[in-house]
Nanobody, 118 residues
Framework: VQLQASGGGLVQAGGSLRLSCAAS?????MGWFRQAPGKEREFVAV????????DYADAVKGRFTVSRDNVDDTVYLQMSSLKPEDTAVYYC???????????????WGQGTQVTVSS
């Protein structure tokens, strides 16, 4: 499965963005991860595309919402109340397991830059 992430951009603190991740085929679990400059890539959110189960990192819980459109095989990450510390390259990834560990995700998108100005 190939993934195409999009929707990143520059936004002021407190603003919103919606990221999209279009898959070339059916996926089981879709995760969102991010990597800020000088930091390791970290888990953001994951959704099971069949049952709709969701999990979020504590840093984004209540501000980000992950959703899916199974007709178009697309997963979205709605980001609200953005903070400068949300600035990062955001990646989507798909895998067989509903998990936070990056190692279980075997197909990755190219990443999309999100920059939040203060």
């Amino acid at each position: 499965v190939q993934l195409q992430a999009s929707g990143g951009g520059l936004v002021q603190a407190g603003g919103s963005l919606r990221l999209s991740c279009a898959a070339s085929g059916r996926t089981s679990n879709m995760g969102w991860f991010r990597q800020a400059p000088g930091k390791e890539r970290e888990f953001v959110a994951v959704i099971n595309t069949a049952f709709g189960s969701k999990d979020y990192a504590d840093a984004v819980k209540g501000r980000f919402t992950v959703s899916r459109d199974n007709v178009d095989d697309t997963v979205y990450l709605q980001m609200s109340s953005l903070k400068p510390e949300d600035t990062a390259v955001y990646y989507c990834a798909t895998g067989r397991f509903f998990a936070r560990r990056q190692s279980v995700f075997d197909s990755w998108g190219q990443g999309t830059q999100v920059t939040v100005s203060s």
